[in-house]
């Protein structure tokens, strides 16, 4: 009896680090160029859907530090994100 192929976790449930971790290798098995076409078109589509949710990720903690604002006697405090 065969193990079947795990299929790949979800992008969207996965962490900016693991994602990142996931765009480097796809990166570096293209760059190779030794993937039979097929594979490589759905290497290239889930590093674009890695991309993305890297993308998302990066913005999302933006907006989270872009809400911390200095009060003009330095205190910090958090503002709601729009």
Same mark, same amino acid.
């Given at each position: 009896?065969?193990?079947?192929?795990?299929?790949?976790? =979800?992008?969207?449930?996965?962490?900016?680090? =693991?994602?990142?971790?996931?765009?480097?290798?796809?990166?570096?098995?293209?760059?190779?160029?030794?993937?039979?076409?097929?594979?490589?078109?759905?290497?290239?589509?889930?590093?674009?859907?890695?991309?993305?949710?890297?993308?998302?990720?990066?913005?999302?903690?933006?907006?989270?530090?872009?809400?911390?604002?200095?009060?003009?006697?330095?205190?910090?405090?958090?503002?709601?994100?729009?």
């Amino acid at each position: 009896m065969s193990a079947r192929p795990q299929s790949p976790p =979800d992008v969207a449930a996965m962490s900016f680090e =693991d994602a990142l971790a996931e765009l480097e290798r796809i990166v570096k098995g293209l760059e190779g160029g030794q993937q039979k076409l097929e594979d490589a078109i759905g290497a290239y589509e889930r590093g674009a859907a890695l991309r993305a949710h890297c993308e998302a990720k990066l913005a999302e903690a933006d907006a989270r530090v872009q809400a911390i604002v200095a009060a003009a006697d330095g205190t910090l405090s958090l503002r709601p994100v729009e």
